[in-house]
Every structure is written in structure tokens, then in C-alpha cells.
């Protein structure tokens, strides 16, 4: 072709980057890997083909791991820790800085490495996957520099199990064992069984660092490795990237382990284009949202929603595009999407679509080539809200779009999904846009702009994309752990009572409940006497069950708008709940010490009342920041409520537990679900008297009173319910975590360790982070 005839058809010639250096890596490893344990790379075993998707070429033969093989991962990363977390905040981060160069000496290598075992295109190695894993281990050795004075009171976890997923192997790996090293945990990596060359190359540049052995472990093969490491008694820490039926998997089989658990599961992402966007930003934009990596991004703007007064036209024009998308071999630096990562996943996404019962389906008619896992650009218009590609994840280059009227509307059809990853909105209206992304489920979102990542801003999802944040301080925090031993909580039992006592004198009070605002008979008419430690019965609570909770989050839900007020009036009212408790603080001492046979009573009022002041004190002030990001703009991390928080109050501490946990609730936004004390539990029934009087809409507090091993489990099964915490003196923490994957709820729990809740360990930044999730808003600006 001339160049006359260039500018003529405006085509585009090839481009093809060479492979040669990665073929001649491969070759001298003698295309065959064993596992990366205690520094050193194990002799080849019985295993698998790691094929080009592309070609369907074999590029090596791995070894499939075994249970011994994890063990000695595991040992070797036991062995390391000690060690590796005593180097110190910078003994750690110079070796971070050295693989952070050593990635960024050999970039070319890894990217071309990642495309011929991915199938993802060069380009998008080279200039987005690459710049981001060297970025995150500099971020991460600044992060270890600086942990020693910025977080003295955080310690290591100890051995973390990492797998993860085969849409970007060496990004993720980055995402993880950055933030881990940084803290002063060893890891054992699984990486996908599709794609685990690039983690291979990684392990030969530990080496290369001087990393010391036994620091990062690597062990390859199936789902049933990955198994094995969720499973092994001597893991620390999980943290998972993938699917969101693994991920529910995971939290099932962790449950009740006390080991410390992340997620970054499925998305659904809503794209929502307003009629004022810059059609022809909105419409590039997209490409990059769903047909980047063929579409096999967990945050992929998978779910367009186009206001309907401009839908035909940015329709039109979307096919146009897509049309003149190019497809073909992924390391041609002219093309735009290559291969799928296999033939299974190729033949999933075919199924989906084959199998989609209305909607009008557009393909595009770009050029296939005649072998490999090519899928093309393929939008459905058209479809239910209630369709099963409207609700689920596809991992494919499909687009599924409706439309929308206004913008309340738009919000609506975003937040119609289990899914809460990430989102985009596209508007020259800044006011329209600030007023939208906040009112959006997700953990990321958007505006003008889409798959904006760094290490310095937060990632991770809500409702069922996971729980966690990689990134920033936040994704260090979730590596640590407060330092010291706790100790072992002892069981608290109710008091029994003498034989034939027939209760305090006086008039009767029917037992009830507290739920939305008022007190409610229990729904089965059951209640129990509490006795002193003498015998003499105190008096009496109802016994609720599952109706009762049922009503309780029904009320919870319905006081929505808690959430929308400002931090000011929420600290007010708190301020209120503390001055009305003051009033009446002798008659709640003598009920404590009455409750519990000793004289703390008027200790732990006095503590309850300056831990109301505490937590009004932060209801406006506990606040975001302002990430810095290689970006002209904003990516403000911003704390958000998590809807409705039920907690399993202390027994050991009746009253000051069951404020230290409403508490930071209701201050960061929260309506709570709350079970009293189940042996003490008379000072939270007169607490429903100080809320009255204290100006807490109805439905921001509910309090239950009851049997811990009965309303825990029903809680934490609760779709409506979006955090379950369980401080409990009877042993709930397995089962409330196993409940809690039905809709992944997070789950704050005690593992049988006792807390001081009279100290520094009843209050403070663990209880507000607990209380929110961050949620990432990225603002560019400019022309």
C-alpha cells in the first residue's frame, strides 16, 4: 500500500511488536516451571499447558501444586515474616523500591509476556498495565516508609494467601503483594491457572531484588489450589479477586477462622450518559469502559443507560464506532481488541448472547480473524430491566443499554443490581454530576471519564462485588492489625433465679421491644425474668424472633433519609442521647449494679455518656481526602454509610457496649439494628425512654432483646441488612460469617477475644471505619 493510498482509506497498517525476548525467556527456563517457594524456583512437576489464546500455541508446561507444595509455601512464608516485619518501615521499603525499578527495566518483557498469555492487546499492556504495577510497588515503598510513625499502633497480620484472576495477572499481583510486603506480611500467590507466566518472571525478579527468601511464595494450578490456601490453618489473611459465586465460596469456608478476609468480586457497572454529555467523549469513553480487555474487566460499563431524549442518536453513532473497531492479533500495536483469555470463557459469552431472549442485538462487522478466542464488540438494546443480561455479569465485549427519563430515574436503573463495583456518568452539568455519583452503589465512581486507576485512590466494591479496599492508606490498613495479644473472652450467662420468687413489687410493665421509634410487642409473645446475682428477679424483656427482626430492618430501611443528613444534626442528636442519659445517670448506675451484683454501675454511665460526646464529636468531622493522582482533577475517597449496621451488643458491658457500637452507627449515617445484652439486658430497655426524649427519628434505632444464638445467624443471613457486627460473649463468629455470604455482607466480629470497652479499644478510628466504606469519586476538570 502507497502512502497516497494510505491517505486515502485511512487504514491502518500493521504494527507488530517482536515476542522474541519473551519466547528466548521462556526457552531458557526450559518451558517448563516449577513453584517460587522460600526464594527459589521448584523442579517441574505434573501440570498443565499455558497456551496463546491467540493462537492457541503452547507457550509452557506448569506444575499443578499440591497440598505438600502449599505447605511448603506456607512454611517458608511463616519462616520469613518474622524477619521480613522487624526490617522495618524502610529496611521494607528499599526492596519495594527495587522491585518497582526492576519491573520498570524489564516492561517491555512483562508486557509483551502478559499479551502473548492473555490475549490482551500490546497497547493496552504497555501503557496501562505495566505503568500501574511498577506505580503501585513506588506508592507502597513510600507507604513502608512511612508506616512506622504514621501507624505505630498497627502491626503485620503474619502470612497472607492471595489469588487471583486472569484478566490482569500482573496488575493484580501488584494490587496485592505491594500493600502486603509494605506492612510486613509473606505471602503465598496463587495466580489464575490461564495466566500465571508474568507471576513466574515476577518471582525471577524477587530474586534478581535480593528479596529475601520466603517473602513471596508462588504456587500455580486450578481452583483447587486456590482451595487449599483459603483452607490452611497456618494463612493469616485472605484476599481474593475473581467471582462473586468464589467469592461467596470463600466467605463460607473462612468463617469463624479469625483470619482477615477482602473481596473484590463481579461488577455490573452502570454508564449512564445524560442528554448535555459531549456525545463524542461519552461514546470513546465507552469503548474504553466495556470493550477494554475484550471486556473482561470486573468494573466494566457493561449497563448503558442513555437519557432518552438522545438515545437513538448516541445509539447510532455508538454502532458507527463500533463498526470500525479493529480486532485482531494482540501484538499488532494497531489493533484495538484482541482475544478472549480461552475457549471456555469464548464459549460462556457466545451462550449468554445466543441465549438472549429479546433486545435487538448489533455485532460488529469488523473482521474476525480465522482462529483464536475472538469474540466481536456486540451491543443489546432493548431489553427488561429484569433481564438476565441487564442483572449479570457477562465478562465478554457485550453492552446491554435501556434508557431513562430523569435523572432520579437514572439513579434507580444504576442501583437496580446486586452488583456495586463502579460507575460512570457522563454530563457537561458539574452540578448534575456531584448530585448523582454520591446517590450511586458503588465503591468507584466516574464523572466525565472511566477506568481511572492509581495507587494512591481506594478500589473495591459493595453489595455483592466484595468488601476491602486495595490502594492507598486504606489498602495498607487492611493488611494490619492493632497491635498487642487480646485475650480470650469468658461466656456471660444470665443470673438464675431463687425458687418461688415472684418478682419486684409494683405495677407490672409489659415487656416490649424498641422498633421504629416506638415499643413493640414481641411478635411471639414470649418473655423472660432477669435475675440479680442474689436470685431476686430485676425484671422482665421479651424474647424476639424472627418477625420481630423482620419489623426492626423493615424499620431501619425505611429511615433512608438518616443517611442524607448532615453530620451537624447527627452530632447534635447524639449530643442530646448523652445530656438526657447525664439526667437519669444514677437511676441507670443503680439498675447496672443491680443487673450485675457489683459497683461499676456509675462508671460505665459516665464512660457511656462521654462516649456519646465522642462519637458527636466525629459525626462532622470524620471526613475524605483528596488523593493524589496523576490526574488534572479530583479523586476524593469519601466515607459513606453502609445502610443498615445490626450489632450483637456486649454482654459484659450492657449499657456502655450498646452505646459504643450505636454510637459510630447512627454518627457516620447508619440506621442500627441492635441485640442487647442477653444476660443484662434491663438497662437497654429504659434506654428506650432516653431515645424518645432525644429527637432520633423513628427507624435510626431499633432495639431487640433476646436470645444471642438465635437472632445472630437471622441477622446475618438478612438481605436487607448491610453489615453484621458480633461482639457477643457466646461463640457466634462462625456462624454469622458463613451467614453472611448469602449477599456479602461485611462482618465485624470478635472471634471469642475479649475487648476493654472501658478503654482506648472501646472507641475510636476502628469503630468509624467499620462504619463506612470509601467510595472513590474522580472529578477531571479542564478543557
Not at 518501615?89 to 528499599?94: E, F, S
Not at 463500533?322 to 501484538?331: Q, S, V
Request: a negative charge.
Amino acid at each position: 500500500m502507497s502512502v497516497k493510498d494510505i491517505f486515502q482509506t485511512m487504514d491502518y497498517g500493521t504494527a507488530p511488536e517482536s515476542a522474541a525476548d519473551a519466547l528466548a525467556w521462556l526457552v531458557d527456563q526450559g518451558d517448563r516451571f516449577g513453584h517460587f517457594i522460600g526464594g527459589a524456583f521448584t523442579a517441574p512437576g505434573h501440570g498443565f499447558d499455558s497456551r496463546n489464546p491467540a493462537t492457541d500455541e503452547v507457550l509452557a508446561t506448569l506444575t499443578q501444586a499440591t497440598q505438600g507444595d502449599v505447605d511448603d509455601a506456607v512454611a517458608a512464608a511463616r519462616r520469613a515474616q518474622p524477619r521480613w516485619e522487624k526490617l522495618g518501615g524502610h529496611g521494607r521499603a528499599r526492596h519495594l523500591y527495587a522491585l518497582a525499578r526492576l519491573v520498570q527495566k524489564h516492561a517491555r518483557l512483562f508486557a509483551v509476556l502478559e499479551t502473548l498469555d492473555n490475549g490482551k492487546p500490546i497497547r493496552e499492556a504497555r501503557d496501562i498495565d505495566i505503568p500501574l504495577v511498577h506505580r503501585h510497588f513506588y506508592f507502597h515503598a513510600g507507604l513502608a516508609q512511612l508506616m512506622d510513625s504514621e501507624m505505630p499502633d498497627r502491626q503485620a497480620l503474619g502470612v497472607c494467601g492471595q489469588i487471583i484472576p486472569w484478566n490482569f495477572p500482573l496488575l493484580m499481583l501488584a494490587w496485592k503483594v505491594a500493600p502486603a510486603l509494605a506492612a510486613g506480611n509473606t505471602v503465598v500467590l496463587k495466580p489464575a491457572e490461564q495466566t500465571s507466566l508474568t507471576a513466574l518472571l515476577f518471582a525471577d525478579i524477587c530474586r534478581q531484588a535480593g528479596l529475601p527468601r520466603g517473602v513471596v511464595n508462588i504456587v500455580t494450578g486450578d481452583g483447587a489450589v486456590g482451595e487449599m490456601i483459603v483452607t490452611h490453618p497456618g494463612i493469616d489473611k485472605i484476599a481474593f479477586t475473581g467471582s462473586t459465586e468464589v467469592g461467596r465460596r470463600i466467605r463460607q469456608a473462612t468463617a469463624g477462622s479469625g483470619k482477615a478476609l477482602t473481596l473484590e468480586l463481579g461488577g455490573k457497572s452502570p454508564y449512564i450518559v445524560f442528554d448535555d454529555a459531549d456525545m463524542d467523549s461519552a461514546i470513546e469513553g465507552l469503548v474504553d469502559a466495556i470493550w477494554f480487555n475484550q471486556g473482561q474487566v470486573c468494573c466494566a460499563g457493561s449497563r448503558l443507560l442513555v437519557q432518552e431524549g438522545v438515545a437513538d442518536r448516541f445509539h447510532t453513532r455508538l454502532r458507527a464506532r463500533m463498526d470500525k473497531l479493529r480486532i485482531g492479533n494482540p501484538l499488532d500495536k494497531s489493533i484495538d481488541i484482541g482475544a478472549m483469555v480461552s475457549p471456555e470463557q469464548l464459549a460462556r459469552v457466545r451462550a449468554l448472547v445466543d441465549g438472549c431472549e429479546g433486545g435487538l442485538v448489533h455485532r460488529s462487522n469488523a473482521t474476525l480473524p480465522d482462529s483464536g478466542c475472538f469474540y466481536p464488540p456486540t451491543l443489546i438494546t432493548g431489553l427488561a430491566t429484569a433481564s438476565p443480561l441487564m442483572q449479570e455479569e457477562i465478562f465478554g465485549p457485550v453492552l446491554v443499554s435501556t434508557t431513562f427519563r430523569t435523572p432520579s430515574e437514572a439513579v434507580e436503573l444504576a442501583n437496580n443490581t446486586r452488583y456495586g463495583l463502579a460507575a460512570s456518568l457522563w454530563s457537561e452539568n458539574v452540578n448534575l454530576a456531584l448530585d448523582v455519583a454520591p446517590k450511586l452503589a458503588a465503591g468507584v465512581i466516574w464523572v466525565n471519564g472511566t477506568n481511572m486507576f492509581d495507587a494512591a485512590a481506594p478500589f473495591g466494591g459493595m453489595r455483592e462485588s466484595g468488601f476491602g479496599r486495595e490502594g492507598g492508606w486504606e489498602g495498607l490498613s487492611a493488611y494490619t492489625r492493632a497491635r498487642g495479644k487480646p485475650k480470650a473472652l469468658a461466656r456471660i450467662t444470665p443470673f438464675e433465679g431463687k425458687a418461688g420468687d415472684t418478682g419486684p413489687e409494683g405495677i407490672d410493665r409489659t415487656p416490649k421491644l424498641y422498633i421504629g421509634g416506638k415499643q413493640a410487642r414481641p411478635d411471639g409473645g414470649y418473655s423472660r425474668t432477669i435475675h440479680a446475682r442474689s436470685g431476686r428477679a430485676q425484671g422482665q424483656v421479651p424474647v424476639a424472633g424472627r418477625k420481630d427482626i423482620r419489623n426492626a430492618v423493615e424499620a431501619a430501611r425505611g429511615a433512608a433519609g438518616w443517611s442524607a443528613t448532615t453530620g451537624h444534626m447527627r452530632a447534635q442528636i447524639l449530643y442530646y442521647i448523652a445530656e438526657n442519659l447525664s439526667a437519669r445517670a444514677p437511676e441507670f448506675a443503680a439498675t447496672l449494679d443491680a443487673m450485675q451484683g457489683g459497683k461499676g454501675g456509675k462508671a460505665e454511665v459516665e464512660a457511656s455518656i462521654r462516649r456519646l460526646f465522642t462519637y458527636a464529636a466525629w459525626a462532622d468531622k470524620y471526613d475524605g481526602r483528596v488523593k493524589g493522582v496523576p490526574l488534572r482533577g479530583v479523586a476524593m475517597a469519601m466515607p459513606a454509610p453502609l445502610g443498615v449496621i445490626a450489632a450483637i451488643c456486649p454482654d459484659d458491658a450492657p449499657l456502655l457496649g450498646l452505646v459504643s457500637l450505636m454510637g459510630p452507627a447512627i454518627a457516620m449515617g447508619n440506621r442500627a439494628v441492635l441485640v442487647a445484652s442477653e444476660a443484662f439486658p434491663l438497662a437497654a430497655t429504659d434506654f428506650y425512654q432516653i431515645l424518645d426524649t432525644s429527637d432520633v427519628p423513628g427507624g435510626v434505632v431499633n432495639i431487640l432483646t433476646g436470645n444471642h444464638a438465635d437472632l445472630a445467624p437471622t441477622l446475618a443471613a438478612h438481605m436487607d441488612v448491610d453489615a453484621v457486627w458480633c461482639f457477643s460473649s457466646t461463640p457466634l463468629s462462625e456462624p454469622v460469617e458463613a451467614a453472611s455470604a448469602g449477599n456479602l455482607k461485611r462482618t465485624w466480629v470478635n472471634d471469642g477475644m475479649a475487648r476493654d470497652w472501658m478503654g482506648t479499644a472501646g472507641e475510636g478510628h476502628i469503630f468509624l471505619e467499620q462504619s463506612t466504606e470509601i467510595k472513590t469519586i474522580w472529578v477531571p476538570y479542564g478543557e
